[in-house]
């Protein structure tokens, strides 16, 4: 395995009286999305250690386990992983064992130092039997535990060797009702229930048993007890740490009826957009972003924004940039977090920076938000992962409330991204006077209405649906924008890449006479998101011309407009209409349809809907 493409993977821990096993496979299920190229689990039980783990999708090590059965104990950790270089083979999955088979331990990140650690555990004649840098921890837990004999203190010591971003869980058999977590940058929070305790990547792992998680700090070892947890820092110092309830249940982790997450997670946007903006807007209609913890006269001296992301979350910053200029007339600069601090960029205490993010634990945009701190810069997160990284390590945190987003192609996370991003514009045009309160009233009124627009749009797909199915065999399909219908378009494609694997580009429609039309040829599909007609009628008039220039050229037009808009109705071979919504606002009903097409194409093309092949929900790698 290349060290420096560490998997990212799902971890899950548990001790108390259920059987390990059960609890930890429930667990890996609600996680799979976070990696899915091999399983393992191990339990203890009888006074040994049993563990079994096979490359593949969850249900090959299901189908193990039902020809295998292992014996049942009720302490027992699990693995989902997403593998990088060295293929997912059996031996490369995790939980990794020591030689005498009593340790075993499972990990997400990266160990940096392992070829050197492994060297030396050769030199003292262990055997390894992977390519993982994984394995050489449960050797050096061996080692530590035979003098210590307190896993905890043996997790403590081995963490302060290791170098890189890691969350380990370990059990070992000589302590057969203790788990053991460390973490170091990648995710682990703890479920805390009745005489039971849980060790999860994501809340999601555990919601069934209990609402009550505690959040882990960076360097923090916790050892988790049937009675009773206990957090310390790698130096063995007790820890302080953040208990909270999570506020919403099981039921939001399933599909609910529907076939795949995705399509219940579209389904859902019109509560998310709305629970987004929940709290947020007083009696008389005005903001109240009261969890924007920077003072406002620091707001008022900043002189630029900022706002970093990656994927679908970039594009949310994309449209926000559009909101942030025009209602707060300060520059505002977006850029994709992973190419932001290689070109040094211009940070002071002036500026905002604005990292978005669904999981929170996105390795680039963590990099970039930590950069930014690093030159003196003020970091406002918009999450919808309460308690990971990035909130965490932000001067301040907006959540959207999605509720959880399980399938890997996000779609009501970006709705609320946006919602958040245009409750943060008006918020810094209250604060810095550059919006009259009347005028942010109009505005909030116009959000407020937008879930019901959403419930609309969903309510009109069956003819996208059948528009999708008929192109299931196309190779490429175009998407054009303008405004804020560019970054829609680039939403738009994206979908269609990650879910149908077809070959999808957004364009700037204005952009099209410099090159990209050369493209276009007979019964190609272009999907054309057209700016309302009202307002800035210019650039409606602008694209209504790029439609016809690309249908004169043979394209096969499949035009997104607003109700009412007439002018397109000649040049739209294909033509899906959106409820009327003001120009900056037109995204949040814009990009459902591309959602369900996209979702559409990839059910037709016979596609795994909510786990894309070589993707992972969660990117915490750079
Ligand atoms: C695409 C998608 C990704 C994520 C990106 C950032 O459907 O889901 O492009 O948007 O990986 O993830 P977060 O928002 O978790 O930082």
Redesign the pocket.
């Known amino acids: 395995m290349d060290p420096k493409l560490p998997p990212m993977c799902g971890i899950v821990g548990y001790v108390g009286p259920q059987s390990a096993l059960e609890v930890v496979m429930a667990g890996l299920k609600r996680l799979e999305y976070r990696g899915y190229d091999s399983a393992g689990v191990a339990v203890l039980a009888d006074g040994g250690l049993a563990a079994a783990k096979k490359a593949g999708k969850l249900l090959n090590l299901e189908k193990e386990l039902d020809g295998k059965p292992l014996p049942t104990g009720t302490t027992g950790i699990g693995h989902t992983r997403w593998a990088t270089h060295g293929g997912p083979t059996d031996s490369n999955a995790h939980p990794h064992i020591d030689n005498a088979g009593r340790v075993a331990v499972v990990h997400n990140g990266i160990i940096e130092n392992f070829a050197l650690l492994r060297f030396e555990l050769e030199e003292r004649g262990h055997e390894l039997a992977s390519e993982t840098d994984t394995e050489v921890v449960a050797h050096l837990l061996a080692e530590e535990f035979s003098s210590c004999a307190d896993l905890a203190e043996a997790m403590r010591l081995v963490c302060r060797r290791l170098e890189g971003a890691f969350t380990l869980v370990a059990v070992h058999a000589d302590e057969p009702d203790v788990v053991v977590g460390a973490r170091r940058n990648s995710p682990l929070v703890v479920g805390v229930g009745e005489g039971e305790a849980f060790l999860a990547s994501d809340v999601a792992a555990f919601i069934a048993h209990t609402r009550s998680a505690i959040e882990l700090g960076q360097d923090q070892v916790v050892e988790l007890r049937r009675d009773g947890v206990t957090v310390t820092g790698f130096d063995g110092r007790p820890a302080d740490v953040r208990s909270y309830h999570v506020d919403w249940d099981a039921s939001a982790a399933e599909k609910g009826g529907y076939d795949y997450f995705m399509l219940k997670e579209i389904a859902e946007q019109p509560k998310a957009v709305a629970d987004t903006l929940l709290g947020r807007i007083d009696g008389s209609g005005s903001m109240t972003l009261d969890e924007v913890r920077i003072p406002a006269g620091v707001l008022r001296e900043i002189d630029k924004v900022v706002i970093v ?5 970039f594009h949310a910053g994309m449209i926000a940039k559009y909101a942030i200029e025009h209602w707060t007339r300060l520059p505002c600069e977006v850029e994709l977090a992973s190419e932001f601090r290689y070109r040094d960029p211009i940070l002071d205490a002036q500026t905002l920076v604005i990292a ?7 390795m680039d ?1 963590l990099m970039a938000l930590r950069h930014a701190r690093e030159q003196g810069s003020k970091v406002l997160a918009i999450c919808n992962t309460n308690g990971s990284t990035i909130p965490r390590e932000s001067d301040a945190v907006l959540y959207t409330h999605a509720g959880p987003e399980v399938a ?3 779609t009501k ?1 970006f709705l609320t991204q946006l919602v958040a991003c245009y409750l943060v514009a008006l918020y810094l045009g209250q604060v810095r006077g550059t919006k009259w309160g009347d005028e942010i009233r109009a505005v909030i009124r116009d959000l407020s209405s937008i879930s019901g627009a959403v419930e609309q749009v969903l309510g009109t797909m069956e003819p996208v649906r059948e528009l999708a199915r008929t192109l299931a065999s196309k190779n490429t399909v175009l998407f054009l924008g303008r405004h804020v219908g560019y970054p829609v378009a680039l939403e738009g494609a ?2 269609l890449k ?1 879910l149908a694997y077809m070959h999808a580009e957004g364009f700037a429609a204005g952009e099209l006479k410099h090159g990209p039309i050369a493209l276009i040829e007979e019964d190609l599909p272009v999907v054309v998101v057209v700016p309302s007609p009202r307002g800035r009628s210019v650039l409606h008039d602008k694209i209504v011309s790029n439609i016809q220039e690309i249908r004169a050229r043979g394209a096969r037009t499949i035009v997104i407009a607003e109700e009412g808009d007439e002018a397109v109705v000649p040049y739209a071979d294909h033509l899906i209409r959106v409820p009327v919504t003001p120009t900056l606002l037109q995204p949040l009903v814009a990009t459902v349809p591309l959602q369900v097409f996209a979702c559409e194409l990839a059910t037709a093309r016979g596609n795994e809907v909510d786990q894309p092949r070589n993707l992972a ?3 915490t790698v750079e």
Do not use: F, M, N
Not at 309 to 313: E, L, R, Y
């Open positions: 992301a990656c994927g679908t979350a978005i993010s669904q999981s929170g634990e996105t945009t890997v192609a996000s996370a994206l979908k990650e929900k969660s990117v």
